[in-house]
């Protein structure tokens, strides 16, 4: 269902739901995939979850975990406090 937000930009929420889309997608490639190769026995599933953290905590990745958690502690931060979340958004306004 659409929410007030998402139906007064449109183009947002459709470029937005593709992007979600392509993410979900994706996801259900990268299982298949995995499944394929642990039934066949080409890798174990601990061979698997080794390297994802392997992978995760490559420089390439790292970065991008490390904005997702500080992100989400930033809008935690601001759920808990409303009151410094105005102050945010208005010194954010004022300053451009």
């Given at each position: 269902?659409?929410?007030e937000k998402q139906l007064s930009d449109l ?86």
């Open positions: 269902m659409i929410t183009e947002s929420s459709e470029r937005e739901l593709r992007d979600r889309k392509m993410m979900l997608d994706t996801a259900v490639d990268v299982q298949a995939i995995l499944r394929l190769l642990v039934d066949k026995g080409v890798v174990t599933r601990e061979e698997v979850t080794y390297m994802r953290e392997e992978v995760r905590e490559s420089p390439k990745y790292q970065k991008a975990y490390i904005y997702l958690e500080q992100t989400a502690a930033e809008i935690q931060k601001y759920k808990a406090d409303p009151v410094e979340r105005l102050r945010e958004m208005m010194r954010r306004k004022t300053n451009g």
